[in-house]
């Protein structure tokens, strides 16, 4: 695939349209701002229309009214939920004209990307698909940017890339590294064709759950690590603790998160934000454990089977999000029936 690496970088301000404004969109609107480019603004909440707004974006009231507020050839970046993506295009599509460009910075699975570019190539528009990372700290920190579209018209939105991108200094210098001074060291990359960046964006988020799954599951060892003074009953249902001395720690977690940030080689900004949430909590008191997932996780699991790739760390991430929200109730409750069966063991209160 053809890659930015040769194309200069420009300053130039640009005019942006932005359709979706939670907690990602406001803040891509709001560091365009501050590199002074024109963000055009349009959600459903008009309330946060009127903020940015008052913060010198242009407010739309409709996305007829957006597109009315930008000069051909339009750009328009649509931030909003990988179930309505095809509606909203649905719905901007013919309010544009030949040479115009629809932007999906979502999560989307790079299937509809690749329909989605042969589609509006018909009406003579350009579609370009960016997985963007970097969260609610995106303002501040920046955010990663994996791109997938064709190369002259990536090329054209370079400004927008480079201005949301964290920048070279967001990361120490390989030494002798070739991709010195590219896009890539810049935070931003064209990763290829239609469907590229969100099938890249889908593997960095696949991988996201397995590290956090590791560090959820090896602070949770630590948390029991004080099982040998917990008394435990003695009956069939109930492995017995060989060596309880062995097991009687009493571990300061927020202090262990500490030090492991400073030369560890497992040290990481996920490291950095659950030492900042157990130095608020050690116990996490806030928190169910439900854990959520928007579809990422789901797709590479997918994309590993259709090519026969092993993947079983991301997948049992994956599978463990699941457990979290109660998806196994049933299957625990068949175990239950089945060890009662076979030998009449009573479940635990």
Same mark, same amino acid.
């Given at each position: 695939?053809?890659?930015?690496?040769?194309?200069?970088?420009?300053?130039?301000?640009?005019?942006?349209?932005?359709?979706?404004?939670?907690?990602?969109?406001?803040? *891509?609107?709001? $560091?365009?701002?501050?590199?002074?480019? #024109?963000?055009?603004?349009?959600?459903?909440?008009?309330?946060?229309?009127?903020?940015?707004?008052?913060?010198?974006?242009?407010?739309?009231?409709?996305?007829?009214?957006?597109?009315?507020?930008?000069?051909?050839?339009?750009?328009?970046?649509?931030?909003?939920?990988?179930?309505?993506? !095809?509606?909203?295009?649905? !719905? %901007?599509?013919?309010?544009?004209?030949?040479?115009?460009?629809?932007?999906?910075?979502?999560?989307?699975?790079?299937?509809?990307?690749?329909?989605?570019?042969?589609?509006?190539?018909?009406?003579?528009?350009?579609?370009?698909?960016?997985?963007?990372?970097?969260?609610?700290?995106?303002?501040?920190?920046?955010?990663?940017?994996?791109?997938?579209?064709?190369?002259?018209?990536?090329?054209?939105?370079?400004?927008?890339?480079?201005?949301?991108?964290?920048?070279?200094?967001?990361?120490?210098?390989?030494?002798?590294? @070739?991709?010195?001074?590219?896009?890539?060291?810049?935070?931003?990359?064209?990763?290829? @064709?239609?469907?590229?960046?969100?099938?890249?964006?889908?593997?960095?988020?696949?991988?996201?759950?397995?590290?956090?799954?590791?560090?959820?599951?090896?602070?949770?060892?630590?948390?029991?690590?004080?099982?040998? !003074?917990?008394?435990?009953?003695?009956?069939?249902?109930?492995?017995?603790? !060989?060596?309880?001395?062995?097991?009687?720690? #009493?571990?300061? %977690?927020?202090?262990?998160?500490?030090?492991?940030?400073?030369?560890?080689? *497992?040290?990481? &900004?996920?490291?950095?934000?659950?030492?900042?949430?157990?130095?608020?909590?050690?116990?996490?008191?806030?928190?169910?454990?439900?854990?959520?997932?928007?579809?990422?996780? $789901? &797709?590479?699991?997918?994309?590993?089977?259709?090519?026969?790739? @092993?993947?079983?760390?991301?997948?049992?991430?994956? =599978? #463990?999000?699941?457990?979290? $929200?109660?998806?196994?109730? =049933?299957?625990?409750?068949? %175990?239950?029936?089945?060890?009662?069966?076979?030998?009449?063991?009573?479940?635990?209160?």
């Amino acid at each position: 695939s053809e890659t930015l690496h040769s194309i200069p970088v420009y300053n130039s301000a640009m005019q942006l349209g932005i359709i979706g404004l939670g907690r990602m969109g406001a803040n *891509i609107a709001r $560091r365009l701002l501050l590199q002074q480019h #024109q963000p055009v603004v349009f959600d459903r909440d008009h309330d946060v229309v009127g903020t940015l707004s008052g913060e010198g974006a242009t407010g739309a009231a409709s996305l007829a009214e957006l597109v009315g507020a930008l000069t051909p050839p339009r750009a328009i970046w649509i931030m909003i939920p990988a179930g309505i993506v !095809d509606s909203v295009i649905g !719905d %901007l599509a013919p309010l544009l004209h030949a040479g115009d460009t629809i932007i999906d910075g979502g999560n989307t699975l790079h299937h509809h990307d690749i329909r989605r570019a042969r589609e509006l190539s018909e009406r003579g528009l350009h579609y370009v698909d960016v997985g963007t990372s970097g969260g609610v700290w995106g303002l501040d920190r920046g955010y990663c940017l994996m791109v997938g579209g064709e190369t002259a018209v990536v090329a054209n939105l370079e400004p927008i890339f480079r201005s949301l991108a964290p920048g070279a200094d967001a990361a120490l210098p390989l030494p002798d590294s @070739p991709l010195a001074g590219t896009p890539a060291e810049f935070g931003y990359l064209h990763c290829g @064709p239609a469907g590229a960046g969100h099938f890249v964006k889908m593997v960095h988020n696949a991988i996201e759950y397995g590290l956090m799954a590791a560090y959820a599951e090896g602070f949770n060892l630590l948390e029991h690590a004080n099982g040998g !003074d917990e008394a435990r009953p003695i009956d069939a249902a109930t492995a017995p603790l !060989d060596r309880p001395e062995h097991y009687r720690y #009493q571990f300061d %977690l927020p202090a262990i998160a500490e030090v492991w940030r400073r030369g560890s080689v *497992i040290g990481s &900004w996920l490291l950095d934000l659950t030492a900042a949430a157990l130095a608020r909590d050690a116990h996490l008191q806030q928190f169910e454990g439900r854990v959520g997932d928007s579809g990422e996780g $789901r &797709w590479t699991a997918h994309a590993a089977i259709d090519l026969g790739v @092993p993947a079983p760390a991301l997948t049992a991430a994956l =599978f #463990q999000r699941f457990s979290s $929200r109660g998806a196994d109730d =049933f299957a625990n409750r068949l %175990l239950s029936a089945m060890r009662f069966g076979f030998g009449g063991h009573v479940e635990q209160k």
